[in-house]
């Protein structure tokens, strides 16, 4: 299920695309402090049932597969990181063609 950022309130002093960078920072962070938490989660869960020490996940090389997976991935999470300046350009781009 794909989250977004509710947009921020706006900042005085700030202009807009200091708002931009802001809501990709706050997207960013979340997206970091969530997957950080499962991760944590998934690794204590998993040698404490004896399946996979940490040494064994960081010693891990992914196969084609999960490459491939993992760059479905990357861009998912870029897209939803930088989608503030996407919808920015797409409206100064309506706004240029409607002149």
Do not use: H, N, W, Y
């Not at 977004?4 to 900042?11: E, G």
């Not at 950080?36 to 960081?58: C, H, N, T, W």
């Not at 991935?73 to 781009?93: H, I, K, M, P, Y």
């Amino acid at each position: 299920m794909t989250r977004s950022t509710k947009r921020l309130m706006p900042i005085p002093g700030l202009d807009k695309a200091d708002e931009q960078t802001m809501a990709m920072i706050v997207a960013l962070t979340s997206e970091v402090t969530v997957l950080r938490a499962r991760l944590d989660a998934f690794e204590r869960i998993a040698e404490a049932a004896g399946l996979v020490s940490r040494a064994d996940i960081d010693a891990f090389t992914p196969g084609p597969e999960a490459d491939v997976e993992r760059a479905a991935q990357r861009r998912r999470t870029l897209s939803r990181v930088f989608r503030a300046l996407r919808e920015a350009g797409e409206a100064d781009l309506a706004a240029q063609q409607a002149v």
